[in-house]
Each structure stands twice: as structure tokens, then as C-alpha cells.
């Protein structure tokens, strides 16, 4: 991590936690930083991937602005996590892609859609695109070829993950040494990431501050809709896959058969967190947070929102002439996420479970002695 202004920024305000302590029941990041007595650009990297923006420090804070102190410690890390996501992208010549993030999205957007409509009227027959397909067999690859739908959804999705996966590493390496990560970190890191833990208040509050000094629950409901509504959404397309590559059965599937349930409770799930999401940025505190990510967040949000949404309207009208338009701008958000998953905001949950990997073979650690 190169040493900047953020950099810096960050690091004074968490030298001054260090000897202040009064928050360190709050989360991971306060009992992390306690280990150390001197913080390398890579530390303060790895504390601000480890922090989870509840924001619970900001309000506790007795030299938080006004106080010419000015400590706004969710807001200097947010920084330096906006610099890590920039630093670690790979390959490094994509790293510009973070910057005006909220254009490249929506841009890839625009293009995936248009492009799997183009493909998929050019493969339809003239006059074919909208004719119903009542629930026949092999009704959705008559529109789009399943070759075509494997080749483009296992390329873009195998790249992004190569991508993460490198991004990781590079986190990984430049938060220096680490201990060696046994099966009991794994658990407990698996566990913080599953619970969102730190999403969930210290000392005997429950949840983050939203936009004052009352705590709620809001922001870790709505996060955990939108994780496990990925997750089931995938899921979907995994058992969609094995049903038609080992057993021979083609989509589309009837209402109560298992991939249908597992993304439509997924596409719901995902709807609700994505826009819920989105609603609690409309009404934030703008003070401890970051605004130079915000354009790339929502862009990101209404992508996911999309992505969902579209899905659902595709299996309300699968057996209609509307179909093959629903299912092109439907594969046209599924693509673009792809595409932009390793250069947007979905970044900070690998970096984060990977912060909190790291924490987890640190926690027989003893604190060193205050200031
Ligand atoms: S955020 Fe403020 S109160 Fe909390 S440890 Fe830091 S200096 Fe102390
Ligand atoms: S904002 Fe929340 S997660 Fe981040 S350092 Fe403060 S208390 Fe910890």
C-alpha cells in the first residue's frame, strides 16, 4: 500500500485509539490494532478492510467533530479502503476502473444488454423472437444456445473470481507476516463472515448507528437478504446445471421444483437487500462515510436489484412471447455483473473475510501495553 494522504490521515487518528481504548469492545478493529505499536501503509490497510463501517466508534467518540480533534475513524479507513481496492486490483492496468465507478457500471451495463439482445434476435429465426414458447423443453435455448450461455457465464464468471482471488492475494501479502492459518481461524473467520458479527454491535448495543446515535439492526438484515440471496440465486443455476448436464433435464422447470424455489426465494431475498440498501444511503449521516464510493455503490446496488428483478419477470413471463426479450435483458444484467464484479464495491467482502481470516490467527495475541 503506498503511503498517502489517506494513509496517513488514518494512521493518526488510530495512533490516537491506541492510547485512548475507550472503544475497544466495539469490534475486531479495535482489539487488531492494539497488537501493534507502529503502523506500516499495510496495517492501516488491513484494519480498514477489517472495519465494517458501523459507524458505532464515530458516535461514542468524545473527540469526533466538533472537537478540533476531529477523529472520524469509519471515514479515514473508508478512505484507505476506497485507495486498497485501486492498489490490489488485478491486473493492475484495471485498477483505473475504480475510479468514476458509477459510469463503468452502468456503461458495461448498457452493453452486455445490448449485446446478448443482438445475439439472441440474430440466432432466433426471423420473425421467431417473439412468438410464445409455452413451457416447452429446451424452450429458453431456442432463444440463446445453452454452448453459448456456458461459454459466456463459466469465462466471465472463471475471471472474476481469478481476479478476486489475486486481488486477495495482494491484500494478503501486503498486510505483511501473518500466523499460520489453522482449521480453528478458519472456523472462526467462516463464522464472523457468515453472522456478520461485527455489523452487530459490542458492549451491549445491538447493531450499527444508521444516521444517529441509535443503534439497529437494519443495516445487518438487509446485508444478510442480499448475501444469502446471491448465494441461493447461484445455487439456482448450480442444480439448474447438474439437472441438465448429468440428468438430462432441460429448463424450464416447473414452479415447485428446486431451482425455481432456490431463485425465486433468492431473487426476492436479493431485491429486498439490494433496495433496502440503497434506501438507508438516501438517509445516511453523511459525516462518517466515505462519499468518493458512492456513485460506484448504488451503481453496483442497482445492478444486484436488477439482476433480480429481472429474473423474477422472467419466470412471470416464460411461457409468453415476451420471453425472449426478458431473458436477453435479463442475461444482459447477469453478464455486466460479472464483468464488473472484481472492479466494484462487491470487492470488500473478499478483502473483508480476508481481514478477518488474518484477525482470527491473531486472537491469542496479547495487546501491548497503552501509551
Ligand atoms: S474512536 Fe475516539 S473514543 Fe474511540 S478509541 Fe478512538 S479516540 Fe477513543
Ligand atoms: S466503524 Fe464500526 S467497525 Fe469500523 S472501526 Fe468503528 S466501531 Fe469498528
Known amino acids: 500500500m503506498q503511503e498517502t494522504e489517506a494513509v496517513e490521515r488514518a494512521r493518526h487518528e488510530i495512533e490516537v485509539c491506541n492510547a485512548c481504548r475507550y472503544c475497544e469492545g466495539f469490534c475486531a478493529v479495535f482489539p487488531a490494532l492494539e497488537l501493534r505499536r507502529e503502523f506500516s501503509a499495510g496495517d492501516v490497510s488491513y484494519l480498514a478492510n477489517l472495519c465494517h463501517g458501523c459507524r458505532g466508534c464515530y458516535y461514542a467518540c468524545q473527540y469526533s467533530p466538533p472537537h478540533e480533534w476531529g477523529i472520524n475513524i469509519p471515514r479515514a479507513l473508508a478512505e484507505v479502503r476506497a485507495e486498497s481496492y485501486v492498489e490490489y486490483a488485478w491486473p493492475p492496468g484495471f485498477a483505473r476502473a475504480f475510479e468514476r ?61 481469478l481476479a478476486l482471488w489475486m ?25 464472523d463472515v ?31 437478504a442480499m448475501f444469502y440471496g446471491f448465494m441461493l440465486c447461484f445455487a439456482a443455476t448450480t442444480v439448474g446445471f447438474f439437472y441438465h448436464s448429468f440428468f438430462g433435464w432441460a429448463a424450464p422447470y416447473a414452479y415447485l421444483s428446486v431451482p425455481v424455489v ?6 426476492v431475498l ?39 428483478i429481472t429474473g423474477l419477470v422472467l419466470l412471470a413471463v416464460r411461457a409468453t412471447g415476451a420471453m425472449p426479450l426478458a431473458m436477453a435483458i435479463h442475461l444482459g444484467f447477469i453478464l455486466a455483473l460479472f464483468l464488473v464484479l472484481p472492479y466494484s464495491k462487491m470487492v470488500h467482502g473478499v478483502y473483508r473475510s480476508a481481514a478477518l481470516l488474518r484477525r482470527a490467527t491473531e486472537r491469542n495475541m496479547k495487546p501491548l501495553g497503552g501509551e
Open 270 to 308: 436479493l431485491t429486498i437487500g439490494t433496495i433496502g440498501l440503497f434506501a438507508m444511503k438516501l438517509i445516511e449521516d453523511p459525516m462518517p462515510v466515505a462519499r468518493r464510493m458512492l456513485a460506484g455503490d448504488v451503481a453496483l446496488l442497482m445492478l444486484l436489484a436488477m439482476s433480480a
Open 101 to 161: 465507478n458509477g459510469t463503468l457500471v452502468s456503461l458495461v451495463t448498457a452493453l452486455s444488454i445490448a449485446l446478448v439482445l443482438i445475439l439472441s434476435m440474430a440466432i432466433s429465426a426471423p420473425g421467431q423472437f417473439f412468438k410464445a414458447r409455452p413451457m416447452e423443453a429446451d424452450a429458453f435455448y431456442s432463444v440463446i444456445p445453452l454452448w453459448a450461455m456456458q461459454v459466456v457465464g463459466l469465462a466471465s464468471f472463471g475471471y472474476a473470481l
Open 167 to 191: 486481488g486477495a492475494r495482494n491484500f494478503w501479502k501486503d498486510a505483511g507476516p501473518a500466523e499460520s492459518v489453522g482449521v480453528v481461524a478458519l472456523g472462526i473467520a467462516l463464522w
Open 262 to 267: 432456490l431463485g425465486t426465494v433468492g431473487g
Open 194 to 224: 457468515l453472522t456478520l458479527k461485527n455489523l452487530g454491535g459490542g458492549q451491549g448495543v445491538d447493531g450499527c448507528n444508521d444516521n444517529s446515535e441509535r443503534f439497529s439492526m437494519r443495516r445487518r438484515y438487509l446485508h444478510h
